[in-house]
């Protein structure tokens, strides 16, 4: 299995920053993608920021200029740094990976989601 360990949310003025960071433990082959999906109240999880092991990104539309998503494959950690924030990204954020666990299987891991509230 995989776990993931979040960390980094928190309560921040509009305007402000944030970096949440991920690193992934346990027994694996490898992991093929990292992200973050956020879930605010009443709403759907959405993707916010994914990247491969190839340092191939995708952001969403509010993401972009905004938010950088980066990775380390030798410590198997993601991090996003969250820059000017708005009280519209108040949610919880969720860490996601596909990690190959055999030679024939994949699984989509969460993590158990990290605050961030941004005030007016």
């Known amino acids: 299995q995989v776990t993931l360990v979040e960390s980094g949310g928190g309560l921040v003025q509009a305007g402000g920053s944030l970096r949440l960071s991920c690193a992934a433990s346990g027994s694996f082959l490898r992991i093929h993608t990292m992200g973050w999906y956020r879930q605010a109240p009443g709403k759907q999880r959405d993707l916010v920021a994914t990247?491969?092991?190839?340092?191939?990104?995708n952001y969403a539309d509010s993401a972009k200029g905004r938010f950088t998503i980066s990775r380390d494959n030798a410590k198997n950690s993601v991090t996003l740094q969250m820059n000017s924030l708005k009280p519209e990204d108040t949610a919880v954020y969720y860490c996601?990976?596909?990690?190959?666990?055999?030679?024939?299987?994949?699984?989509?891991?969460w993590g158990q989601g990290t605050q961030v509230t941004v005030s007016s």
């Open positions: 996601a990976a596909d990690a190959w666990t055999t030679s024939h299987t994949s699984w989509r891991t």
């Open positions: 990247i491969t092991s190839g340092d191939s990104t």
